[in-house]
């Protein structure tokens, strides 16, 4: 995408979103950043005449299609959709009550869901546009003390391959993005839930755990302001990846679940390779 174009942000008042939105600024862009607090989104971002603040509940319908209304009266129309906000509920699953669960679910699944439903009537009629969704590693690949969070991210994905063909037809493009650690504001108490049940047979895990999970705060080894300008260069290419996996760390994450992945594969092939009906065996 080589000309200007308007980019919907959500989560936009910290963390990554943050960076995104200057990015796509700093690159000639508009921007509409939203997020729950309007006043946080303003105050992070400054004036700019190109930039819309918007208010959005991810997990409310009526507020995503609020906000998609908002970005087309300022701007006209929406190119790039960036579904970036999230939490992180952290915990071993027996530990993580069946609300607090579903809560990850709602916002970390449906939330996505919930703004792009929103946004899409907006691409079709558009012929044109670009679905983009900041999922995980976790989204590939099962983690300790990760078992909600994955949840959401495994399903976001496998929405996000299937959307693909819902939507190629109508010009709109998807990309699934898989960030590594990067030293953002996910694991500060705003972002973070620890579990909310205690089982004696985890307790001696879950502690170290959780301590271990809030040492990494801060140190993470990825560049959020890195991470966003790449990212807006990978949005703005001509052809722009179905998926994008962004950080060392993570690259080499997924290269080894794909060779394990293979390798399974491999070690039953034929036996998955004889499942097939004999068809002249049953005629006989």
């Not at 970005?71 to 993580?96: C, H, K």
């Not at 995980?136 to 495994?154: D, H, I, M």
Request: charged share 20%; proline share 4%.
């Amino acid at each position: 995408m080589s000309t200007r174009a308007v980019w919907f942000v959500t989560g936009a008042g910290r963390g990554m979103g943050v960076d995104i939105a200057k990015a796509a600024l700093a690159a000639g862009h508009q921007v509409v950043a939203t997020g729950r607090n309007t006043e946080a989104v303003a105050r992070v971002l400054g004036e700019n005449d190109d930039l819309l603040v918007a208010e959005l509940d991810i997990t409310s319908p009526a507020s995503a299609q609020a906000a998609v209304e908002a970005a087309v009266t300022r701007f006209g129309r929406i190119d790039v959709l960036v579904n970036n906000a999230a939490t992180f509920q952290a915990g071993y699953f027996e530990e993580i009550s069946p609300e607090k669960f579903r809560a990850q679910v709602e916002t970390n699944l449906f939330g996505p869901l919930n703004v792009t439903r929103a946004a899409l009537p907006v691409l079709r009629a558009q012929r044109s546009g670009h679905v983009v969704t900041i999922s995980s590693t976790a989204g590939l690949v099962g983690q300790e003390f990760c078992v909600a969070y994955a949840t959401a991210k495994f399903a976001l994905e496998g929405w996000m391959e299937s959307l693909r063909f819902d939507v190629a037809p109508y010009g709109i493009r998807t990309t699934i993005v898989e960030p590594g650690f990067f030293r953002t504001e996910l694991l500060e108490e705003a972002s973070t839930a620890w579990p909310d049940v205690s089982i004696g047979d985890y307790a001696a895990r879950t502690a170290p755990t959780i301590d271990g999970w809030r040492s990494m705060n801060g140190k993470q080894a990825g560049d959020p302001a890195k991470f966003a300008k790449a990212l807006v260069a990978v949005i703005d290419r001509d052809e722009p990846p179905l998926r994008w996996v962004a950080g060392a760390d993570a690259v080499a994450v997924v290269e080894q679940k794909a060779h394990e992945l293979l390798a399974q594969v491999g070690a039953y092939r034929e036996l998955s390779s004889s499942l097939a009906h004999d068809d002249a065996a049953a005629s006989a």
